[in-house]
């Protein structure tokens, strides 16, 4: 089956700091990979995605890049701010018909400090 | 600009006691879907639909159900709470499945005592 493994957390930074959140992950075929993020309070929402092998997401300063060698989709960002503290979630979906289903990792919160 | 809507946002519930959750969309989203999220433990499907009149099955259904009369509105259903019911909701809609965007409500919080 699809599972979704993600560092522990909880990540604490001080603010310009570098970022990764690991994520590898386990599936059968071709997966699509996903970054959501949810602020305190809020529902997720997307941050990233890639749908094949060697494609780099990217969107607010944050990058992750679907490795197949590796199984991974690791998060990174160059300089956290404040702002960017919130839980982040890997996921992925089978791609191709009946991919109804998100499996999620756990979650990582990140806090970041001033 | 509202999104996708989930009523009400805290509840709070005694053993054995039934609710219904509410879900509502307003971009004409094919799919929906319930979540629930436990602490440490992710995001975990409990049911789901792929059009107006349709639901499916997800990971933890048990102690569930749902039905979709409208395609904007999907509910999801406790007839008989128990304390392991005790979570966070989600309802997420999305236009072609989980390989595309899935857009999230704010959640409800439920604690059934």
């Known amino acids: 089956g699809n599972s979704v493994t993600q560092m522990e957390g909880p990540v604490t930074l001080s603010e310009e700091a570098f970022l990764t959140i690991n994520c590898t992950y386990t599936?059968?075929?071709?997966?699509?990979l996903f970054w959501y993020v949810q602020y305190p309070g809020e529902g997720l929402q997307l941050l990233l995605k890639?749908?094949?092998?060697?494609d780099k997401g990217s969107n607010k300063g944050f990058e992750a890049t679907y490795r197949k060698e590796t199984t991974s989709f690791h998060l990174e960002k160059g300089s956290v701010q404040v702002s960017d503290s919130a839980v982040y979630f890997c996921?992925?979906?089978?791609?191709?018909?009946?991919?109804?289903?998100?499996?999620f990792g756990k979650g990582t919160k990140l806090s970041v400090i001033p | 600009n509202a999104g996708v809507t989930q009523t009400p946002k805290f509840r709070v519930l005694k053993t054995g006691q039934s609710m219904t959750l509410l879900c509502a969309q307003d971009?004409?989203?094919?799919?929906m879907y319930w979540y629930r999220q436990d602490p440490g433990m992710g995001l975990r499907l409990i049911h789901y639909?792929?059009?107006?009149?349709?639901?499916a099955k997800g990971e933890v259904p048990d102690g569930y159900n749902v039905s979709r009369l409208k395609k904007q509105n999907f509910l999801l259903g406790l007839e008989s709470a128990a304390p392991s019911q005790t979570s966070v909701y989600f309802c997420?809609?999305?236009?072609?499945?989980?390989?595309?965007?899935?857009?999230f409500g704010s959640g409800t919080q439920l604690s059934v005592l």
């Open positions: 997420a809609s999305s236009y072609v499945g989980a390989n595309e965007k899935l857009f």
């Open positions: 599936a059968t075929g071709y997966p699509s």
């Open positions: 890639a749908t094949k092998a060697d």
């Open positions: 996921a992925l979906s089978n791609s191709g018909a009946g991919s109804y289903q998100l499996t």
């Open positions: 971009m004409n989203h094919e799919y």
């Open positions: 639909s792929v059009g107006e009149g349709t639901t």
